[in-house]
């Protein structure tokens, strides 16, 4: 079995550690976390240090990947750059909770989670680095770009595309084919009915925009 860290010990990554565990494909060696002392415990993990230490723990323990455990996606993405400055050669792994529902041809990139319920169609494909939270539904031939998360309960219909670093809140609806820009927030409980640009915060039945959003602005 494989040794991994993760990277983050918020709430966010003891659901992540939860979904590693029953997985059983990887042993946890421990947390990052850069605001959190050293060996502080979380879910009895200890935290080893802050992302400018990988090098030397990640030699130190004889760990060659692990997961970015951060529920924001932009933030996510910075840290996901700063590790591969560091630690030229990480592998970034996927955490797959057991009851995940996942259908042939589904094609999953490195650094995504998928939570507990989760249902993944066939023939979509999700990009790297993604949040697909608890009970979330992804149906047929959709298209995740990298750095997207749903959250708990969020469902996309057939042929759906969402582009880089988007987020759909709890409970969004979208209907089949709509097409989501990139940097876009959904906010929790809207319908999707029509397609929705790229830096927008829409939220509303049918989902409006509301405004626009700049890169890296906090949803969370």
């Not at 723990?57 to 997961?67: E, H, K, N, W």
């Amino acid at each position: 079995m494989e040794d991994i860290i993760i990277v983050g010990s918020s709430g966010h990554a003891k659901v992540v550690i939860d979904a590693i565990e029953k997985q059983g494909a990887f042993r946890i060696a421990g947390l990052i976390d850069r605001f959190k002392r050293k060996d502080e415990q979380v879910l009895q993990y200890s935290v080893l240090g802050s992302e400018e230490d990988l090098p030397e723990i990640t030699s130190a323990l004889g760990v060659t990947g692990g997961i970015v455990a951060i529920g924001d996606n932009w933030v996510r993405s910075k840290v996901v750059c700063a590790i591969k400055r560091l630690v030229p050669g990480f592998r970034f792994v996927s955490a797959i909770h057991p009851s995940a529902q996942i259908a042939r041809s589904v094609s999953i990139g490195g650094g995504t989670v998928l939570m507990a319920g989760t249902v993944i169609n066939s023939d979509s494909r999700i990009g790297e680095h993604c949040i697909i939270n608890t009970k979330a539904s992804i149906d047929h031939d959709n298209v995740l770009g990298d750095f997207v998360s749903l959250a708990p309960n969020a469902t996309s219909g057939g042929m759906v595309k969402i582009d880089d670093y988007s987020a759909l809140c709890l409970g969004v609806n979208v209907a089949h084919s709509i097409n989501i820009g990139q940097h876009t927030v959904i906010g929790a409980g809207s319908t999707v009915l029509d397609d929705i640009p790229s830096f927008a915060l829409a939220f509303g039945t049918p989902a409006r925009v509301q405004r626009q959003r700049t890169v890296g602005e906090t949803y969370m």
